[in-house]
């Protein structure tokens, strides 16, 4: 073997993706990064072909980085959640008509009067393809945004995201965790008590069967609460510092405002007339928000153990979404009729070459981020 070849497997060595532990555990913001940038990208077009493409990235990403850990299963509870938001949006759409004129009509249901203080509402009546290619375009985009906060949901770990979070944000960060980490807890005990059921030879679906799987699971939901309730007071959580009456009004307003100049500056970004006056509010509201956070920490009087660094591999998975969100809205801004297909008249969509290829750079973590124990199994 030459010294080139040898230098050249070191260096494929120390680039591939190591076996996942304690010391290298990816940041779990590193994974809400890389969802959001997809999500940003979705919220960008109404292709289905764009769209689908997103999901499949995302999982794609899922699949090969996720664990057996209990938050990992909510991932296929989004997906269906996401296919029950296409399913209503179609629905509400054949029930209620919709604004978008059609001239292929497809069907009539029989239409229901109102009286005259409900003009503008119609119930039944004419269905086109038209509107129904609408409905399903604007499902497929809320449920391509599901579906991406399901990635981060099943990727990153609840608990370490609750430990990295400011502690401005400490408490506000137990509810949604506590909130997150109860879904997941749900969909288990259902499926453990429908395995039960089908054990025994009793039927598994149908109201009945439903009602005597839906009580013991909400009762096991209320005792795990109280015990969790009961367990996070024992432990401290939710004990504050006394700090001056001065720098609780300077966080408050510090925290409010940048969020509020962050929201303001995110909308001016993801509108099409906005791009002007979004970048400029995005960061004066975060430079704010920062502030606010940092002083509101000092109400916090917890300590970290052995707190998740940011290396380069977190670097690499948040900048991969970043980057999928940039190049989409950038590479969109050239091709806006392919970002978001007509449907009056109808037209068959196209995949626009470069924003497809920009939603393939979120692929990145599957192959720079630690490899889960249980896939590196062979």
């Known amino acids: 073997m030459t010294p080139a070849e040898s230098t050249g497997q070191g260096l494929v060595a120390r680039l591939r993706a190591p076996r996942a ?24 077009t109404t292709n289905p072909l764009l769209l689908g493409l997103i999901i499949g990235v ?23 959640l996401g296919l029950a938001v296409v399913g209503i949006r179609v629905l509400f759409s054949l029930l209620l008509g919709s604004p978008i004129p059609g001239a292929y009509e497809l069907f009539a249901l029989p239409e229901v009067p109102l009286p005259d203080w409900a003009q503008g509402i119609r119930i ?15 499902g497929l985009k809320l449920a391509t945004l599901l ?24 408490e506000v960060g137990v509810a949604v965790v506590v909130a997150m980490t109860f879904a997941p807890n749900l969909v288990a005990d259902v499926v453990r008590l429908r395995t039960a059921r089908r054990l025994r030879g009793r039927p598994t679906g149908g109201v009945r069967a439903l009602l005597q799987i839906g009580l013991p699971v909400l009762e096991g939901a209320l005792e795990r609460s109280v015990a969790v309730a009961a367990s996070m007071d024992a432990r401290g959580y939710g004990r504050t510092a006394r700090v001056p009456a001065a720098v609780r009004h300077t966080t408050n307003v510090l925290t ?19 791009a002007g006056y979004g970048v400029p509010l995005l960061v004066a509201g975060l430079a704010a928000a920062v502030a606010g956070l940092r002083l509101g ?36 801004a050239a091709v806006p009729g392919a970002m978001r297909p007509g449907v009056v008249p109808l037209e068959a969509p196209e995949l626009p070459v470069w924003p497809a290829l920009s939603v393939l750079v979120g692929l990145l973590p599957a192959f720079v981020a630690p490899v889960p124990e249980e896939s590196a199994r062979p």
């Open 297 to 332: 920490g000092r109400r916090t009087v917890r300590t970290r153990y052995r707190p998740d660094r940011w290396g380069a591999r977190a670097w690499l998975v948040a900048g991969s979404g970043v980057a999928v969100a940039a190049l989409v809205i950038w590479t969109g």
């Open 21 to 44: 532990d304690r010391a290298n555990a990816l940041h779990p913001g590193a994974w809400w990064l890389w969802a959001l940038g997809l999500a940003v990208a979705a919220s960008r």
């Open 256 to 274: 409010l405002g940048g969020l509020l100049g962050a929201c303001a500056g995110s909308y001016g970004l993801l509108a099409a007339q906005g």
């Open 124 to 138: 039944g009546g004419r269905v086109t393809a038209e509107q129904l290619v609408f409905a399903l375009y604007d």
């Open 147 to 170: 579906i991406c906060v399901g990635a981060a949901n099943a990727l990153a770990n609840p608990s370490r995201l609750l430990k990295s979070l400011p502690g401005a944000l400490y």
């Open 58 to 80: 995302a999982g794609y990403v899922v699949a090969a980085r996720r664990t057996d850990a209990p938050w990992a299963r909510s991932y296929g509870a989004f997906v269906k």
